[in-house]
């Protein structure tokens, strides 16, 4: 059974700083993988998808890199904003499509 | 882009009553949607699959008589939660696999429905 888990948990920033957050998977026998953002009492927003047989994505500030082997997702942001404040998802999806849902990192970003 | 627009975005409903949450794919065909439900401060768990014309197929745990999927057409799939009940609160979430190309193929996801069953 596929789990996903994402570190850190919770995660608290300067403006302006670079970070990375991290999503592991236990089967990696995956489709594809997505980074999505929540903000509180909303819908998902994606923000990048990679499909199983790309090593990375990128758009804007956002950097995605894959190894599957390892079983293993980085979520880059650059030159990090208040705006970028909001829980952000792993998800990995099966040849089924459905998406096995990471339990999310929460990112406050200061001013 | 690919849209999915879901309603209501909030229902507060007596126990024993019925509520409907519709998802609608606007701009695009969508032979598959998916449930979603997420309590507070956890992630999404996947709770039917909604495949048009067809049954749902379920997850484990998740009973079928309680959540009714319908997905009568290409651009609407519905879930009614019968005899709710407090437990059954919860965000509901939908999402369908929208087509597309490059960073942003994949899932496209409603704006949710927040249920509160008093």
């Known amino acids: 059974k596929q789990e996903v888990t994402q570190i850190p948990a919770a995660l608290s920033v300067p403006e302006g700083e670079n970070l990375v957050l991290n999503c592991s998977f236990t089967?990696?026998?995956?489709?594809?993988l997505q980074w999505f953002r929540q903000d509180p009492g909303k819908g998902l927003t994606s923000l990048l998808l990679?499909?199983?047989?790309?090593r990375e994505q990128t758009s804007g500030r956002l950097n995605a890199s894959l190894d599957k082997s390892s079983g293993r997702s980085t979520l880059y942001i650059a030159a990090s904003q208040p705006g970028d404040s909001a829980t952000y998802l792993c998800?990995?999806?099966?040849?089924?499509?459905?998406?096995?849902f990471g339990s999310g990192t929460r990112l406050l970003v200061r001013p | 882009g690919a849209v999915v627009s879901q309603h209501p975005s909030r229902v507060i409903c007596k126990s024993g009553t019925s509520v409907k949450i519709e998802c609608r794919s606007l701009?695009?065909?969508?032979?598959?949607m998916f449930w979603y439900r997420q309590f507070p401060k956890q992630s999404l768990m996947l709770m039917a699959t909604?495949?048009?014309?067809?049954?749902?197929?379920?997850e484990q745990g998740v009973e079928k008589d309680k959540f009714l999927i319908n997905h009568a057409s290409l651009t609407l799939s519905t879930l009614t939660v019968t005899s709710a009940h407090p437990e059954d609160s919860s965000f509901y979430i939908c999402?369908?696999?929208?087509?597309?190309?490059?960073?942003?193929?994949?899932?496209?996801f409603g704006s949710g429905t927040r249920l509160t069953v008093v």
């Open positions: 999402s369908a696999r929208a087509p597309g190309a490059g960073v942003h193929y994949g899932y496209t």
């Open positions: 089967d990696s026998a995956i489709y594809n």
């Open positions: 990679i499909q199983s047989s790309q």
């Open positions: 998800a990995v999806g099966d040849s089924s499509y459905k998406l096995i």
């Open positions: 701009d695009f065909q969508a032979t598959t």
């Open positions: 909604s495949n048009e014309g067809s049954k749902a197929t379920y």
